[in-house]
């Protein structure tokens, strides 16, 4: 079956460590997005990746990091510099950044305690 | 920066009563998206609305855009437990980068 897979979907972490979110895709897509959502805060933007080995901030980018070296995978780190890191992190894909009907996978839950 | 407003933040409604929530954005926007998230869940995309003026049904959903393309609304009618979520709309300003903005949600209750 075709889709985004998020693992773990629980992390627990203790303050000041990094740690990395795994999200992988085989619908082909170019486009890759990261975003955090917190509760009554909607969805909001960290990363983005139009297409391998490129990558854009995106809004609240300050304490994570990304790479995009396959196609398929797009990881996020979450730093030990980010001040709240304790959310639901959600990955999503695109055909492209210009069609941008989105399918996200099943989020992680990351507690940093 | 596009911003995108959405209302209500929560609605709760008895089953059989009808749903609206709307969106509202800063800017003129290529296209709107609406997505559904069940509580637990990820947003699974619903539906995109491209010209202006644009009404498209799915079943019991009625989404509309603007004729200025800067709001839209999502109308459910006799709601079912099954509506129960949050409710996203995405507006794209459209052009070569990246500008999906998403509105803060609309929970939807529903009282069997």
């Known amino acids: 079956d075709g889709g985004i897979t998020q693992s773990p979907k629980y992390l627990f972490r203790k303050e000041g460590q990094n740690v990395t979110l795994s999200c992988e895709q085989n619908?082909?897509?170019?486009?890759m997005y990261w975003y955090r959502q917190d509760p009554g805060q909607g969805l909001r933007l960290i990363y983005y990746?139009?297409?391998?080995?490129?990558?854009q901030k995106g809004d609240i980018a300050e304490g994570y990091s990304v790479s995009r070296e396959k196609k398929e995978s797009f990881p996020l780190t979450v730093t030990s510099a980010q001040k709240n890191p304790t959310a639901f992190y959600l990955c999503a894909s695109s055909i492209s950044v210009l069609n941008t009907e989105a399918f996200f996978g099943q989020g992680t839950r990351l507690t940093v305690v | 920066g596009q911003q995108v407003m959405q209302i209500p933040q929560y609605q709760h409604v008895q089953e059989g009563e009808d749903f609206t929530t709307y969106c509202n954005s800063s800017t003129t926007l290529s296209n709107i998206q609406w997505y559904k998230q069940r509580p637990g869940g990820h947003p699974v995309f619903l539906i995109q609305l491209v010209k202006s003026g644009e009404v498209k049904k799915q079943k019991r959903l009625t989404f509309q855009f603007g004729e200025a393309k800067k709001n839209s609304s999502l109308h459910i009618t006799a709601t079912q437990t099954t509506d129960v979520g949050t409710y996203f709309c995405a507006g794209n300003s459209g052009g070569s980068n990246y500008k999906l903005t998403f509105g803060k949600g609309t929970l939807l209750t529903v009282n069997p």
């Open positions: 619908l082909n897509h170019d486009a």
């Open positions: 990746s139009q297409i391998v080995n490129d990558f």
